[in-house]
């Protein structure tokens, strides 16, 4: 059953001091390391604020004070999980993360990178302003030069809308998580110094 293979592919696998460890390598404090983890934060900020966003409607934040705040909170969460999400790349990139059997750990990381651009483009058309409007006639030419245009139209704001609210998150959650999942299977990455023969 498909049941057991799940179990026997995640849980069985781990142990109880690999989910959730009291102790880390001495090398963990380094601050290369923390991009990871204020990357996670800021996405748990983005997803709380964005869902009391689309609780309140698409228009909320252009006319309520309080919806303007939220609004603002979500795009600085934005910029620093950018942020926090290319330092964290480029460290681990530059530390030749995929060593030691941690090469799905990367691809994921790399993959979770590539999904924030999209979601982050689908945010941008959905602001309700002028620079959504001309973001979006841009790339609807480019989108239409691609030969994609039918499938994904960027001045159909209820399309971005669905798919910056309901799927990208989503995905882009559970890619979070299965990375966290295989660091946590696989260890955190020592420097390259620490390494040794790995």
């Known amino acids: ?37 204020a990357t996670i934060a800021a996405f748990v900020s983005l997803f709380i604020t964005g869902l009391v966003l689309t609780l309140e409607g698409p228009a909320w934040w252009h006319n309520s004070s309080v919806g303007h705040y939220f609004n603002s909170v979500h795009l600085w969460s934005v910029e620093l999980f950018f942020v926090f999400m ?65 499938y994904f139209n960027p001045l159909n704001t209820g399309q971005a809308m669905l798919i910056h609210v309901a799927l990208l998150p989503l995905v882009l959650g559970g890619l979070i998580g299965w990375h966290v999942i295989l660091v946590r299977r696989h260890g955190v990455v020592p420097p390259i110094e620490a390494g040794g023969a790995e």
Request: net charge neutral; hydrophobic share 50%.
């Open 86 to 150: 290319v330092v964290h790349l480029w460290g681990k990139f530059w530390m030749a993360a995929w060593r030691g059997k941690r090469m799905m750990t990367w691809i994921t990381g790399v993959v979770c990178f590539l999904a924030s651009i999209i979601t982050g483009f689908t945010g941008y058309l959905i602001q309700g302003n002028f620079d959504s409007q001309w973001i979006a006639t841009q790339a609807k030419d480019g989108f239409n030069a691609m030969g994609i245009g039918a």
């Open 1 to 37: 059953m498909w049941t057991v293979r799940v179990r026997e592919a995640t849980v069985e696998k781990f142990e109880p001091t690999d989910i959730l460890p009291d102790h880390q390598p001495a090398y963990v404090t380094s601050w290369i390391y923390v991009a990871g983890v």
